[in-house]
């Protein structure tokens, strides 16, 4: 498996937003580090179907900065999911929090590749806080195999 951590800090871009890190799972939105607004903000199309199965495993998914109406849809073959950030506090109240999300994020890429033929891939980031500084957070991005690549 190969996977990248590399630390990010947005306490400057909280700070600028008014915004505070969630306590809870949140999807973060794809223009984060360029918007002036959390009103700015815009989701991939995917985190409305997302939220709806993390709610039926007993897990509250927020769009970061509050609800929006601002959604991207992509026309083509991947499968691109909203970034997820996971709190400290959340995984120290739940540790198997991220193994469900997980869980619920496999079963959702494998019944929208169902039936379809070609090589696809999925898109997804994993933002964690992290004890070390407020506003720090680890991004966990995944490469896919070899055999996947387009």
Do not use: C
Not at 86 to 107: A, G, K, R, Y
Not at 124 to 134: G, P, R
């Amino acid at each position: 498996m190969n996977y990248e951590v590399e630390q990010t800090d947005i306490k400057n871009k909280l700070h600028e937003l008014s915004l505070d890190l969630p306590t809870e799972l949140a999807f973060l939105p794809e223009n984060l580090e360029s918007v002036s607004s959390k009103d700015q903000f815009i989701f991939t199309d995917s985190m409305v179907d997302l939220r709806k199965l993390f709610k039926q495993r007993g897990i509250d998914a927020i769009p970061f900065g509050g609800d929006t109406e601002l959604y991207r849809s992509r026309k083509n073959a991947d499968i691109y999911l909203p970034a997820i950030f996971f709190s400290l506090s959340q995984i120290s109240e739940n540790p198997t929090v991220v193994s469900i999300s997980l869980n619920v994020l496999s079963n959702y890429i494998t019944d929208l590749l169902k039936g379809s033929f070609g090589r696809k891939m999925a898109q997804v980031e994993f933002y964690i806080e992290t004890k070390e500084k407020e506003g720090l957070l680890n991004l966990v991005t995944k490469e896919p195999p070899k055999a996947w690549k387009g």
